[in-house]
């Protein structure tokens, strides 16, 4: 009969539909489940609560103070954290006896990824004034996180300017009391001269 066959039809259609609808859907839940074991890989920590520090401060607490470009990175575990790690190629020691890589937390290392919100990122090629501390692990820290990372930019007076922006983390003075950062920019000539004067008024170490 007429009816019965086009009764058929539709009942294939039907079920072409559904084949195609559970397919499509299987696919979709597939694709949700690998965007989810990536997501499951990427690790956002807590954001940072950083201490006011002055330059004086850096550059009495400093292991190590140099100038020095970034020539390269890498990642690593180091116990359950990643760490980026820099190399450095050290232009001028301005204090103490650096190593050439500094390390910094966060990072990507294979599928695994950290963020460290308030974490600075050095980049390759550029010049910097870094204030370092050697920690009892061997690993070499930036003073302060940010606040020890000054870009350096050569002037056209033959001078070269050491500055850094405003940090956007949470700052907190010594009694505790939340400041608002206002960024640093100051002669690397200057920075100098205040390291000598600190250390013959024996309140840097050498």
Not at 47 to 53: D, E, I
Not at 164 to 185: F, H, N, P, S
Request: net charge positive; hydrophobic share 40%.
């Amino acid at each position: 009969m007429p009816g019965s066959s086009l009764l058929s039809v539709l009942e294939s259609i039907r079920n072409e539909w559904q084949g195609r609808c559970i397919w499509k859907c299987v696919r979709v839940m597939t694709r949700l489940r690998h965007i989810a074991a990536a997501l499951l890989a990427v690790t956002l920590l807590p954001g940072v609560t950083l201490q006011q520090m002055t330059v004086d401060e850096m550059t009495q607490q400093a292991t190590a103070i140099v100038t020095a470009r970034v020539t390269g990175t890498s990642a690593s575990f180091t116990g359950q954290t990643i760490y980026t790690h820099y190399k450095l190629q050290i232009t001028e020691t301005l204090k103490g006896f650096p190593t050439q890589d500094v390390v910094v937390p966060g990072g990507t290392v294979g599928k695994y990824r950290q963020l460290f919100p308030g974490t600075p990122e050095l980049q390759p090629g550029q010049d910097y004034l870094l204030f370092l501390w050697t920690s009892s692990t061997g690993l070499t820290h930036l003073m302060g996180l940010s606040q020890g990372v000054f870009a350096l930019a050569p002037q056209a007076d033959g001078s070269t300017v050491a500055s850094r922006g405003i940090i956007g983390e949470l700052m907190l003075d010594k009694t505790g009391r939340q400041v608002r950062d206002q960024g640093v920019q100051m002669k690397l000539a200057d920075v100098r001269t205040r390291i000598v004067t600190l250390q013959r008024s024996g309140t840097v170490l050498r």
